[in-house]
């Protein structure tokens, strides 16, 4: 039994839900923005909650990596990406749009700053000054490009040579990317850099979702794991030691492969079908939350937003906030992704693949 489609769609709503609460309370200066009761040794216990949602985009990454694995085995490689890629940019775009539009009405188009050259490079993703969430974005469009060919290297080549090959990539990209081991004085180099260790941080979660597709991984733990006693007990268990082990080693680092263990942990668990349309409820706004909640807490409301006190308060406000948001985004991007959908079944691509299918 693989992963289905609701839990691909449930695992980006976790995922969403983890972002939040990373950006939220992972933070040890609290400055009175909220209540830090109960404490362990000096520290709120709800930084090491927000600190082990850091697996949010390693969850993504996994989703990713292994629902395109599935998704481009039946063909139509350049258009499905191309589709994919322009669906994501026009939603992207509305959001850009929109929120300059608020902040020009509000007075605080200081979120927007650099003038037209900034504007130009946060539109066509080179850079993410007005959004310090939007850095996945380019790195997305990057790992759906590399896609196709990536998923034929890991399903040619030996598993444990491409699990070896990918952990040495993220290793010294991640020590690039914290330690600045090479530094460069141009802006251009600058920018490639950071795309290089961004994307290279990335790829191993996306590498393992392929894996995951590939050996079909969950089948054999589900097929282990599914009828043990106390499973769900179990599972939660596994995700309270999986917090604490994050605790005691805070660096990011460990992040894709907590996010790893989490995924499977939480697939196994038996959940109620309304727990699971939860779930997938905010997986399919999970886009817009990622892209539009920073503005919330950080350029636009943060008074606002921390006016609550009680984390749970201040969690569910912003989470209101950005569902508002994305049913409003969601009005203008529905349409016209709807548009997106019928021109690209005219293309003759398309429509020679289903033919051969049919015949």
Request: net charge positive; charged share 15%; hydrophobic share 55%.
């Amino acid at each position: 039994m693989e992963f289905s489609k609701r839990d691909m769609k449930m695992l980006q709503g976790v995922a969403i839900l983890f972002m939040l609460s990373l950006h939220l309370f992972a933070r040890k200066d609290i400055n009175g923005l909220y209540e830090t009761y109960p404490m362990i040794n000096d520290i709120p216990l709800i930084y090491y909650i927000g600190l082990f949602g850091d697996a949010c985009v390693p969850i993504y990454l996994f989703v990713s990596g292994y629902g395109l694995s599935i998704s481009l085995a039946k063909g139509n490689v350049l258009n499905k990406n191309i589709k994919r890629i322009l669906k994501l940019l026009i939603n992207f775009w509305i959001i850009l749009f929109l929120f300059m539009g608020i902040g020009f009405l509000i007075g605080k188009m200081e979120a927007f700053p650099g003038g037209i050259s900034q504007f130009l490079l946060n539109f066509s993703l080179l850079s993410n000054s007005y959004n310090g969430a939007w850095w996945y974005l380019q790195t997305y469009v990057l790992l759906v490009i590399m896609a196709a060919p990536l998923i034929k290297l890991v399903k040619r080549n030996n598993t444990i040579i491409v699990l070896m090959v990918s952990g040495f990539i993220y290793l010294i990209t991640y020590i690039q990317r914290i330690k600045f081991v090479i530094e460069f004085d141009s802006t251009i180099l600058t920018m490639l850099n950071n795309a290089t260790v961004l994307l290279g941080t990335s790829q191993l979660a996306f590498i393992i979702g392929i894996i995951f597709a590939k050996e079909q991984i969950y089948s054999k733990l589900n097929n282990t794991f599914n009828d043990i006693k106390f499973k769900n007990t179990l599972c939660v268990l596994g995700v309270i030691i999986l917090v604490i082990f994050h605790g005691i080693f805070e660096t990011m680092f460990v992040a894709p492969f907590t996010a790893i263990l989490f995924i499977c942990i939480f697939c196994l668990m038996d959940k109620k079908e309304s727990v699971q349309k939860g779930f997938a409820f905010f997986g399919r706004h999970s886009l817009n939350i990622w892209l539009t909640h920073m503005f919330f807490y950080i350029s636009f409301f943060k008074v606002a937003i921390f006016a609550p006190y009680y984390p749970i308060l201040i969690f569910s406000w912003l989470v209101l906030l950005c569902l508002v948001t994305s049913f409003v985004i969601n009005s203008i991007n529905n349409p016209l992704a709807r548009v997106i959908d019928k021109q690209f079944m005219k293309l003759p691509l398309n429509h020679n693949y289903r033919r051969r299918k049919v015949s």
